[in-house]
């Protein structure tokens, strides 16, 4: 397998060291070591050595959720994500994916979104239909929530009607790119959709992104692969955040405490924390998680339920435990993806809201 010194370094660095151990989401939930950071660094070791097969350690190279907590708990700037994405990019470029992984590539490119949908629900065909002219502000909502969760993406535009916010939705929405680039990072057709949606984007001034998982690839990974974006690139959290401070949102606290759950791209890799803290604590009464901002644990998401949904139902329980270990009763989540995830593993302690549902409540 091909792979840059860069990245075998970094493998060669992790493969015995256990300093991230504790953090991964997805080792906790399974308790198997081969679901760590650390076992991945040396499985990529033994491939490169020659001493086993590429084959035999991809189930576990797609076992990785990209969330970088290893990354962030690293004193020593190692860095197991990247090495892991370029796997994947090497896997895709010599033809050797998971059987199930080539279909939602190939469902990537043939439809936009890695589960094959073409066909959005009545209710949010309604919305976008509603906020079809042009205005200087476009609403992007993304894959997962136009196919996967399709009424907190009419939520997401509800929101806005109620701020008063002249804004476009796409119809033909493009794909993001995000998607293609958690299956198989840099390859051309990666990028190819990176730039096809900056170019529907740069008819606008301002671009609001519903989703963190497209916000993490528009804001940060198009500048890492060259891709040029004119608009103003804003998540949706700090958009709202904006929305209520300035008295268009009108904010009235209906609800008692509740928790919120960072997601982990907005608040790791763009450094954004306070914006989704200003929205909440304007509606409800604000408690944390145990560990947020930076320090948080994701909680699953849509894209790997589709290969590993046991797995991904675990880690969503594990962070319900997390909130029920305080006394709270109602988790605000900030990702589309990690509220569907939590939705399915939602016990009868804990409620499960989005921004949305709080502010509509």
Not at 221 to 244: I, M, P, Q, R
Not at 261 to 280: I, K, M, N, Y
Request: glycine letters at 6%; hydrophobic letters at 45%; aromatic letters at 6%.
């Amino acid at each position: 397998m091909m792979m840059s010194e860069k990245c075998k370094q970094h493998v060669d660095s992790c493969r015995f060291c256990w300093m991230c151990h504790h953090i991964c989401p997805i080792g906790n939930a399974t308790g198997h070591e081969r679901s760590t950071p650390r076992a991945r660094a040396l499985g990529i070791s033994l491939v490169n050595r020659g001493a086993i097969e590429l084959s035999e350690i991809m189930d576990n190279i797609y076992e990785c959720a990209g969330c970088g907590a290893c990354v962030h708990d690293c004193v020593t700037g190692w860095d197991p994500v990247m090495f892991t994405k370029e796997v994947r990019m090497q896997a895709a470029l010599e033809d050797r994916l998971p059987d199930y992984i080539g279909k939602m590539v190939d469902a990537c490119l043939e439809t936009g979104n890695a589960y094959g949908k073409t066909v959005l629900c009545e209710r949010l065909s309604a919305k976008i239909a509603e906020h079809s002219a042009p205005t200087d502000t476009l609403l992007f909502l993304g894959a997962d929530a136009r196919y996967m969760a399709c009424k907190q993406a009419a939520q997401a535009i509800e929101v806005l009607e109620k701020a008063g916010v002249r804004f476009t939705v796409l119809a033909d929405e493009p794909a993001s790119g995000a998607q293609m680039d958690f299956l198989v990072g840099a390859i051309e057709e990666t990028k190819e959709q990176m730039a096809a949606a900056a170019k529907a984007m740069n008819g606008y001034k301002t671009v609001v992104l519903y989703d963190p998982f497209d916000a993490k690839a528009v804001k940060q990974t198009y500048h890492e692969y060259g891709v040029e974006l004119s608009a103003s690139a804003v998540t949706y959290t700090a958009f709202l955040a904006e929305l209520v401070k300035s008295g268009a949102l009108k904010a009235e606290k209906k609800l008692g405490a509740v928790v919120l759950q960072d997601a982990f791209q907005l608040s790791r890799d763009l450094g954004e924390t306070e914006e989704a803290r200003a929205v909440v604590s304007a509606f409800a009464e604000l408690h944390e998680m145990h560990l947020n901002r930076a320090e948080t644990v994701w909680a699953g998401n849509i894209l790997m339920a589709q290969y590993i949904p046991d797995v991904m139902k675990l880690v969503a329980k594990r962070r319900i435990f997390n909130a029920k270990s305080l006394g709270e009763d109602t988790i605000v989540t900030t990702s589309v993806s990690e509220y569907v995830s939590l939705k399915n593993a939602e016990d009868e302690g804990v409620k499960i809201l989005s921004l949305e549902d709080l502010i509509l409540a």
